[in-house]
Nanobody, 122 residues
Framework: QVQVVESGGGLVQPGGSLRLSCAAS????????MAWHRQAPGKQRELVAT???????TYADSVQGRFTISRDNAKNTGYLQMNSLKPEDTAVYYC????????????????WGQGTLVTVSS
């Protein structure tokens, strides 16, 4: 019924930049709060950044000052701009969003994407 799809991952050299996108599709009335998480090989999934429907943001200490989370409500899309990338940023990045369905009774869903791989290596 509703889903989010990440894109924008890839291979980048240390110090480089990437922008990830998270697009909601299906019967979407609105995309509410959303977050980016990541999971590195052999490690637990960790929260990277969050943004509310009003645009308030939070960041993990490890990415503060390097990553920027944003959103375009008209497009029901969120973004994660990643600058000054480090090898330790290598992970699968997942988008998680609260979606309100456009179909009555307008239920709310917590939706996860399938992930996009970011590899930082020279």
């Amino acid at each position: 019924q509703v889903q989010v799809v990440e894109s924008g991952g890839g291979l980048v050299q240390p110090g480089g930049s990437l922008r990830l996108s998270c697009a909601a599709s299906g019967s979407v009335r609105s995309m509410n709060g959303m977050a980016w998480h990541r999971q590195a090989p052999g490690k637990q999934r960790e929260l990277v950044a969050t943004i509310t429907s009003g645009g308030s943001t939070t960041y993990a200490d490890s990415v503060q000052g390097r990553f920027t989370i944003s959103r375009d409500n008209a497009k029901n899309t969120g973004y994660l701009q990643m600058n000054s990338l480090k090898p330790e940023d290598t992970a699968v990045y997942y988008c998680n969003a609260g979606i309100t369905s456009s179909r009555w009774p307008y239920n709310n869903f917590a939706v996860w994407g399938q992930g996009t791989l970011v590899t930082v290596s020279s």
